[in-house]
């Protein structure tokens, strides 16, 4: 399984709060389309970043320390990268490149792991933990 590190609180705004694209300069390899990665939370913290995302109320309820406690240094959800836009309407959406991410799967607990720049490989075993601490999808049904 490969994976995407994202500063906090970009990684917990896709797993607990409806971030639908992740904004990057270059595209992903074609490869990767249609392919669940795993979303790794570096362990920085984007200060102005969250500034930007409680201004525009895109985490409802949630306040600069709060975010500023979410998980670093852990795998916190998995996700199916759908497509590459160069626009959406997405409030998420600031470019130049946009992978659009669908089917977000948090994991609980968050998985330990050390993350990378670009796309990275998970090992066999992280991707095992990593698959058996998704949640189910929200509204999803069960049975």
């Keep these: 399984m490969l994976a995407l590190t994202l500063q906090q609180p970009w990684a917990t705004a896709v797993a607990e709060f409806g971030k639908d694209i992740e904004n990057r300069s270059w595209r992903p390899p074609s490869r990767v389309i249609g392919q669940r990665i795993a979303i790794h939370a570096g362990r920085v913290f984007d200060e102005p970043g969250a500034r930007w995302i409680l201004e525009r109320n895109l985490a409802p309820g949630c306040t600069i320390g709060q975010l500023w406690m979410a998980p ?66 929200e509204g999803a049904l069960d049975g």
């Excluded at 669908?102 to 090992?123: H, I, K, M, N, T």
């Design 72 to 137: 670093r240094g852990y795998i916190v959800a998995t996700a199916i990268v759908l497509s590459v836009r160069v626009d959406s309407g997405s409030p998420w959406f600031h470019g130049p490149v946009g992978w659009e991410l669908r089917e977000v799967r948090r994991l609980s607990p968050p998985v330990l792991a050390r993350g990378a720049q670009g796309l990275w490989r998970l090992s066999p075993a992280d991707a095992d933990r990593v698959l058996a601490a998704q949640l189910p999808l």
